[in-house]
């Protein structure tokens, strides 16, 4: 039984986010993705809206739920007794952040094991920060996240 984590700040969630989360989906047996915060950014949408836009968005996937916390993910991870983190690779410019959080995570906790995935490329230019940008100057965001979180960036960006 492998249960991973797929942790992020999802803020919002991306098209390039859910491939990642659908191809972990059936390489292990469960996957809590879960969203934390990170304490160099400054969110958009509050935690229950990432939540619920991210359980809208992984309904057809039966073996995939989502979950918060707002410690460290490595003691997360031993209180769901996961056994891996699922990282989503983009470019060369995430690997050297991804490489050091992995060692620390190591460093912290050996029992876990962060795998990465490569994204496709058709995602590869995709982040949550370009999409708000993109979404905030009222730019299509079509075929990038998801409708309801199309929708979402829309009305928030409106009451802006
Ligand atoms: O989507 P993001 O913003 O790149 O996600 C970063 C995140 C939330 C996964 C990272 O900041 C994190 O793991 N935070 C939890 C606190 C923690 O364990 N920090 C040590 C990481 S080595």
């Known amino acids: 039984m492998i249960k991973a984590l797929y942790p992020g700040s999802f803020d919002p969630i991306t098209n390039g986010h859910i491939d990642i989360i659908q191809r972990a989906s059936t390489l292990c047996n469960e996957v809590l993705v879960t969203v934390l915060p990170n304490l160099s ?3 958009l949408f509050s935690l ?14 039966p073996n995939v739920f989502v979950t918060t916390y707002s410690g460290l993910l490595v003691n997360f991870a031993n209180e769901q007794n996961a056994q ?18 992995a060692l620390m995570n190591r460093k912290l906790n050996t029992n876990v094991e962060t795998i990465f995935l490569m994204t496709q490329s058709k995602n590869s230019f995709l982040s949550s920060s370009l999409v708000k940008e993109v979404a905030r100057l009222e730019g299509c965001i079509k075929g990038l996240v998801p409708g309801p979180v199309e929708e979402a960036l829309i009305k928030k960006f409106q009451h802006k």
């Open 84 to 101: 891996v983190i699922i990282k989503g690779l983009r470019a060369v410019s995430d690997f050297e952040y991804e490489f050091q959080m």
């Open 48 to 61: 229950e809206e990432r939540v619920k836009m991210i359980e809208t968005v992984t309904e057809e996937f």
């Open 41 to 43: 950014k400054s969110p």
